[in-house]
């Protein structure tokens, strides 16, 4: 499978435990996003890097948020004192430098 | 808010009919593109249109955008049950120094195709 692989699908955990999911991206992509989407939203945009870099950050992003991109590669999106209003599917895309952005299955996290 | 509008948020038809779902956004766009999402799963990419383009085709997808009036249309012809599924417009917005490529998406519009 060559595409965006996000592990891992499903997460359950209760409030105040972090957790972190990762995305591996289409290789050789160098443009990695994630995006959060509650059910009846569309997904929200909350940062993405280029390369390492993390280039920007959404406003949704809140302090207990963290991403990184150590390698330019794979990524991880952490959370740290889950709350209830995390509960959301947490989605991951990738681009080689074209606009066309490939997302991954997503991680389903519920905050009990 | 730069969000992508679509409208309607739901849409029911017969299988071998058109479906047409229309999307507004608020700002200068790179482009706009369209996304298809079955029930719990990850997006689709379907169609991208770029800000100079009026119009263009894939397969049984057509797309629009004006500009002007900051609006796109996704249209599918003779539409299947397997087509059902949530359809998002994600405009780009554009930013100075170059695509940032953060995609706004809107709520969405569920297309239901009765066999």
């Known amino acids: 499978d060559t595409g965006v692989s996000q592990n891992p699908r499903h997460k359950i955990t209760k409030r105040g435990q972090n957790v972190t999911f990762r995305c591996d991206p289409i290789?050789?992509?160098?443009?990695l996003y994630w995006y959060r989407q509650t059910l009846g939203q569309g997904p929200e945009f909350l940062t993405y890097f280029q390369n390492e870099a993390q280039l920007e950050k959404s406003r949704l992003l809140s302090d207990r948020f963290s991403a990184e991109r150590p390698k330019g590669s794979f990524s991880t999106l952490e959370i740290q004192r889950t709350e209830q209003g995390d509960s959301a599917m947490y989605l991951c895309?990738?681009?080689?430098?074209?606009?066309?952005?490939?997302f991954g299955p997503g991680t389903r996290l519920t905050v009990l | 808010s730069q969000q992508g509008e679509e409208d309607p948020q739901a849409l029911s038809i017969q299988e071998g009919e058109n479906a047409t779902m229309n999307c507004s956004y608020k700002?200068?766009?790179?482009?706009l593109q369209w996304y298809r999402q079955n029930s719990g799963r990850g997006l689709v990419h379907l169609i991208l249109?770029?800000?100079?383009?009026r119009e263009k085709h894939s397969g049984r997808l057509r797309v629009t955008l004006d500009t002007s009036k900051k609006s796109s249309s996704l249209l599918i012809t003779a539409s299947r049950a397997a087509d059902t599924a949530s359809y998002f417009c994600a405009p780009e917005p554009m930013n100075y120094g170059g695509s940032q490529g953060n995609l706004i998406f809107g709520k969405g519009t569920k297309l239901s195709v009765k066999p």
């Open positions: 895309a990738s681009t080689g430098g074209g606009e066309t952005q490939y």
């Open positions: 700002t200068s766009i790179n482009n």
């Open positions: 249109i770029r800000s100079n383009e």
């Open positions: 290789s050789e992509h160098n443009r």
